[in-house]
């Protein structure tokens, strides 16, 4: 069955350290791996997308994601965490087109001063 | 580029009317709209997917007489809740792929419904 795993339902760091933020999935076919930002009340912001080639993958406002298809995982790192960073994300694997595309649970990223 | 919008941004109705919420690709030609639905604290629920000019396709378990959805054109869909309960009250947000960058979807700002 496909199905993304987001283990952390929130996590709660202090500006200005280190963040990585934990998704694992199961996938049939080759993954399209997404991770977004939720801000309270608003929609999603795609922050970053792994398609194929390097697996390191960087994205917007200082995040990079790592594949990982020994471990199945697709886990969301930032160096420094900054306040504003606050916010629920998730991670979501899918296929071309678009369709059927899965969505983790969520985590919540509070961030203390 | 690649901006969703969504009207209206929050909505209260009575229990038993209908409500109409629009999804439209500002700046791209949406070849695909999909519908979803998020409880509080929650994930995202795909609740149906739409391409212009067909019928669009519901997950299962989505009833397709109560959430009605149309896709007229390459960067307009609506979903009308009808006879709306309170159960019915969720976030529902859209999104939508590109032509020629179906890879991705980009998502609508949302809509808060709340059934009194």
């Known amino acids: 069955a496909q199905s993304v795993t987001q283990p952390d339902i929130h996590i709660t760091v202090s500006e200005g350290a280190s963040l990585e933020l934990r998704c694992n999935y199961s996938?049939?076919?080759?993954?399209?791996l997404f991770w977004y930002v939720q801000s309270p009340g608003q929609g999603l912001q795609l922050l970053l997308k792994?398609?194929?080639?390097?697996?390191l993958v960087q994205g917007i406002k200082g995040f990079e994601a790592e594949f990982k298809r020994s471990q199945s995982s697709f886990n969301l790192r930032k160096p420094s965490v900054h306040w504003s960073d606050a916010a629920e994300y998730f991670c979501?694997?899918?296929?071309?087109?678009?369709?059927?595309?899965?969505f983790g649970a969520g985590t919540r990223l509070f961030v203390k001063a | 580029g690649a901006v969703v919008s969504q009207h209206p941004s929050r909505v209260i109705c009575k229990s038993g009317t209908s409500v109409k919420i629009e999804c439209r690709s500002l700046d791209f030609q949406a070849t695909t709209m999909f519908w979803y639905r998020q409880f509080p604290k929650q994930s995202l629920m795909l609740m149906a997917t739409s391409n212009e000019g067909s019928k669009a396709t519901y997950e299962q378990g989505v009833e397709k007489d109560k959430f009605l959805i149309n896709h007229a054109s390459l960067t307009l869909s609506t979903l009308t809740v009808t006879s709306a309960h309170p159960e019915d009250s969720s976030f529902y947000i859209c999104?939508?792929?590109?032509?020629?960058?179906?890879?991705?979807?980009?998502f609508g700002p949302g809509t808060r419904l709340t059934v009194l």
């Open positions: 999104s939508a792929t590109r032509q020629g960058s179906t890879d991705t979807q980009y």
């Open positions: 996938y049939g076919a080759t993954p399209y």
């Open positions: 979501a694997v899918g296929n071309t087109g678009g369709f059927k595309t899965i």
């Open positions: 792994y398609f194929s080639g390097d697996t």
